[in-house]
Structure formats: structure tokens, C-alpha cells
């Protein structure tokens, strides 16, 4: 479950006590940023938009709150550690972080009247922590989500793209996509973010976007059991192109409202490559077709702290496609589930690859 559906779902609290729902009405005079996670994405972004708000004194607070889940790092507090030392050892070891991002370790005091709320954490927090931020952060507040979940249409900016976490902080260049339905609220969000070497393009589309942005986590998987089992980039590239078709057709079946030409972006298929080729569903994935069966175990031994999005996304996708009765129009997709979920073998990927072709 994203942000994006815990704003929307009955029980949860409504889009409209996260973020300005056409635009703010009244601008802040200066732009508070909280960034909603310190993983080794959520500490990246909080050092590109430390730089950014030390450079843009006129429009941003100076200082940047990342709260940080606490934890203890050999004998040491990890807010401390970064605050001291500049650098979050555990989930981003060696690279340098702007001495004006500040780790906090309590929630309401970070997002204490931030007007602008960076959410790039796993999806599996966010029922726990809304209500919190919701009392905390300013009225006039506007979001971001940089989180893999499922997009439901609420209004909230999205920004995904081909980008891994490690490659970014290094500042190698690279792109990324910002989904807006308020194009101020967005062309603000990018210049938060963007720098020489992070590039930003903003399409109105946020439930695309959000979209590719998920699903490629599930077709990584697919190409994961494909390098587990051995077989060549010949092979993989006809699981993405197998698995962009199926993204495509989603999306057109459930969120008839998105762009088709959204896939185009870095948070379609520049993602979908980048991820298909490195990153951590891939990567759990190779090692689950050779062995332990146990993704559990493996999100323990191989991430580090850092959580597996692709198998959950699956799980909420399958009951999507049964409840409308709509799985046999998604081959790749079901068999990536029974799979991950019915033990299914992982060479099934591979024997029944031929009946996955989807056709327009």
C-alpha cells in the first residue's frame, strides 16, 4: 500500500490532511522541507535538497529534517552518528551528507511545520505514521512521494525514475519523472530536487508515473529468476518487453485516465532497464531461484536493513486482476506470483515465457 492509497482508503486519513489538493492557496514564505525516511534512497534525496536549500536561502529553510527511524550503530545512536559525522554509515556508508541536514529521531518534531513532505520510505510505515505528520506539519503543506506503491489518482506529486541510490549520491548524472495534477506544486518540488546531474521533467500524469514505477519492481523479479537460472540478456530482454507490454495493459485496465506515453519517461522504461539489471528485487530474486525458496530470509541476509517491494506489490496486483476477473490477460504477471507466492518453480519463467506473448 502506498501513500497514494493510504491517503484514499476508507480508515485512513484523506488526501486532503496530507497535501494542498489543486495547489496552495496561499504560498509560505519560506519553504520548510521534512524528508519521511532515511534509507539509503531517502538519505540521497535529503542530500541533493541540503545542497539545493543552502543554495536557495531566498525560497527554503536552510535546514532540512530527516527523521530517522533510530537505531543503534555499533554502540552509537545512528542520529547521532549522522549529525556528528555527516553520514549515514548504515544505509549510505561513505558518502558525505550537508551538514545542514539534520537527523531527527522523533517524528512530530520533524515534520513540525514543514510545508513541504518528502516521503521516501517502505510502504509497509505509512498507516502508522500519517496521523502523526498530519498533526505536525503546516496546514499549507504539499507532498511528494518517491515510494513504490500502487497509484490510485489522489493528488499528490510523484517522482520516480532510473535511479539508484548509490550512483545518485556519487553524483553521476541521471534523470527522473515528476506526476503532478498542480503543475506550481510541482514546478516547486523540482526546483527542491533538481541539480546539473539530477534532472527532472514534469508530465501531468502522477498515476502513470506511479504506475511504471511499481510494476517494474515486479518485472525485476521476473528478470531476476531469469539471471538465477542462468540464461542470457537475450532471454531478459524478452521478459522486459513481455513485462512492459503487461504494464501498459494495467494500466489502461484499471487507471484508464493515464498517459500511455508515460512509459517513455525514466520512471517507465529507463526504470524498468535500470531495475531489470541492478537493484534489490533483481537481486533477491537471482538468488531465490537458486536457493533458499524464503523471501523473508532473504530480504535479512542481503539488504541490509532495506526492505523487497517487489514481492508485496505482486501480492496486491494478483488480487487486483482476480477481483477483476481480468488474470488471463496478464500471463507474466500471474506466473511472476505463483512463482514468488505457490511455489511454482523458478524455471517456469523460462518454459512458459512463449505463452506470455501479449498482443495489442
Known amino acids: ?17 496530507v497535501a494542498a489538493v489543486q495547489g496552495r492557496v496561499v504560498l509560505a514564505d519560506v519553504e520548510r522541507v521534512c524528508v519521511v525516511g532515511s534509507g539509503n534512497w531517502g538519505s540521497t534525496v535529503a542530500r541533493i535538497i541540503g545542497q539545493n536549500t543552502e543554495r536557495l536561502g531566498d525560497r527554503f529553510d536552510r535546514s532540512v529534517k530527516m527523521w530517522v527511524y533510530e537505531e543503534i550503530v555499533d554502540g ?7 549529525n556528528t559525522r555527516h553520514e549515514n554509515v548504515k544505509y549510505l556508508p561513505g558518502v558525505e551528507l550537508p551538514s545542514n541536514v ?9 515534520a513540525s511545520g514543514a510545508t513541504i513532505l518528502v516521503f521516501a520510505l517502505p510502504h509497509q510505515f505509512l498507516p502508522k505514521l500519517l496521523p502523526t505528520i498530519q498533526q505536525a506539519r503546516s496546514s499549507n503543506a504539499i507532498a511528494v512521494s518517491l515510494i513504490k506503491g500502487m497509484a490510485t489518482g ?3 506529486s510523484v517522482l520516480m525514475g532510473a535511479n ?17 495534477r498542480s503543475k506550481g506544486n510541482a514546478e516547486l518540488i523540482k526546483t527542491l530536487f533538481e541539480q546539473p546531474t539530477f534532472q527532472l521533467r514534469l508530465i501531468p500524469d502522477p498515476v502513470g508515473v506511479e504506475i511504471f514505477g511499481t510494476l517494474k519492481n515486479v518485472i525485476a523479479l521476473g528478470a531476476g529468476f531469469v539471471d538465477g537460472l542462468g540464461y542470457g540478456t537475450n532471454t531478459k530482454a524478452a521478459i522486459m518487453r513481455i513485462g512492459m507490454h503487461e504494464m501498459l495493459r494495467f494500466g489502461e485496465t484499471f487507471f484508464p485516465e493515464m498517459m500511455k506515453d508515460t512509459i517513455l519517461e525514466s520512471c517507465g522504461v529507463a526504470d524498468l532497464i535500470t531495475t531489470c539489471f541492478g537493484g534489490r528485487n533483481r537481486k533477491c530474486a537471482e538468488q531465490f531461484a537458486r536457493g533458499p525458496r524464503d523471501w ?10 532495506q526492505k523487497l517491494q517487489g514481492v508485496s ?21 500471474d506466473l511472476i506470483y ?21 498482443a495489442d
Open 296 to 305: 523473508k530470509q532473504l530480504e535479512a541476509s542481503m539488504l541490509g536493513g
Open 76 to 82: 552509537q545512536k545512528l542520529t547521532e552518528i549522522i
Open 1 to 17: 500500500m502506498s501513500l497514494l492509497q493510504v491517503c484514499s482508503h476508507a480508515g485512513h486519513l484523506p488526501l486532503s490532511q
Open 154 to 156: 489522489c493528488d499528490i
Open 102 to 110: 539534520i537527523a531527527v529521531p522523533d517524528l512530530a518534531q520533524a
Open 338 to 358: 505463483r512463482i514468488c507466492m505457490c511455489a511454482c518453480e523458478p524455471e517456469e519463467i523460462v518454459r512458459s515465457a512463449s505463452t506470455c506473448y501479449v
Open 313 to 333: 506489490t505482486i501480492e496486491h496486483v494478483h488480487k487486483m486482476l482476480r477481483d477483476k476477473q481480468v488474470v488471463g490477460r496478464f500471463p507474466l504477471l
Open 164 to 180: 539508484v541510490a548509490d550512483e545518485v549520491a556519487r553524483g553521476d548524472f541521471c534523470e527522473a519523472t515528476i506526476g503532478y
